[in-house]
């Protein structure tokens, strides 16, 4: 079974600098896909950045880029300069090859300060 | 193109009155999925379809809860009767690929909370 950990409740970043929220997950599937969503406190979910698993690059978007290690099964999702408008909750999630079923983790809340 | 359309916004009701939620999708986009997220967790799978026929339901409570989407485009999700743990978001979201587009990002609409008192 597919399974999302996020480890921390939540961050604190100073506006500007660069800030790292961890996601670990388990599959026994070789062929997945891993997504970073956003959701502000307004409530609605902002896909941010993916990364496949045969991908042989890191992901990147903006100011979003994702730390992917396949071997130790983590995709940890690095933001830099932040803004106080990156003040949200972070999701982490997963979906297999053979489903369209995205499994989402507990989420991080993020507050950025000035 | 428009987003994933969702209605009520809000909604408040007492346990064991029956609620209903709507959904429609980004036009063009056969799997449509509904979401609970309760708070302060992430969002758990209800039900996913793909056009008109259901995909997946394993997580949807059956005795109390019920979706369909009759024309393959909109749907509506109930429950009935409610309880005071249905208390959450209910989130609708759609995708435009059916089971081998896993790179495609869900879209999702901004939610019905709902309120069981």
């Known amino acids: 079974a597919q399974k999302i950990t996020q480890t921390q409740p939540g961050m604190f970043v100073q506006e500007k600098e660069a800030v790292t929220l961890d996601c670990t997950y388990d599959?026994?599937?070789?062929?997945?896909?891993l997504f970073w969503y956003k959701q502000p406190s307004s409530g609605e979910m902002i896909f941010l950045i993916y990364?496949?698993?045969?991908?042989?690059q890191n992901a990147t978007e903006g100011r979003y880029s994702l730390n992917f290690q396949k071997a130790r099964k983590s995709a940890n999702l690095v933001i830099s300069a932040s803004q106080l408008g990156d003040s949200a909750m972070y999701f982490c999630?997963?979906?297999?090859?053979?489903?369209?079923?995205?499994?989402f983790g507990t989420g991080t809340r993020l507050q950025v300060f000035p | 193109e428009a987003g994933v359309a969702q209605s009520p916004r809000y909604k408040i009701i007492e346990k064991r009155q029956s609620v209903a939620f709507w959904c429609n999708p980004i036009?063009?986009?056969?799997?449509l999925y509904w979401y609970q997220q309760i708070l302060g967790q992430g969002p758990k799978l209800l039900i996913q379809?793909?056009?008109?026929?259901?995909?997946?339901d394993s997580q949807l409570p059956k005795d109390r809860f019920s979706a369909e989407r009759l024309k393959g485009v909109d749907s509506t999700l109930k429950i009935q009767p409610a309880k005071l743990e249905d208390s959450a978001v209910y989130l609708c979201?759609?995708?435009?690929?059916?089971?081998?587009?896993?790179?495609?990002?869900?879209?999702f609409g901004n939610g019905t909370r709902l309120t069981v008192t």
């Open positions: 979201a759609s995708s435009p690929k059916g089971t081998t587009g896993m790179n495609s990002p869900l879209h």
């Open positions: 599959t026994s599937d070789p062929s997945y896909g």
């Open positions: 990364q496949g698993s045969y991908d042989q």
């Open positions: 999630a997963m979906r297999e090859d053979n489903t369209d079923k995205l499994i």
């Open positions: 036009s063009g986009h056969a799997t």
């Open positions: 379809f793909q056009n008109n026929g259901v995909v997946d």
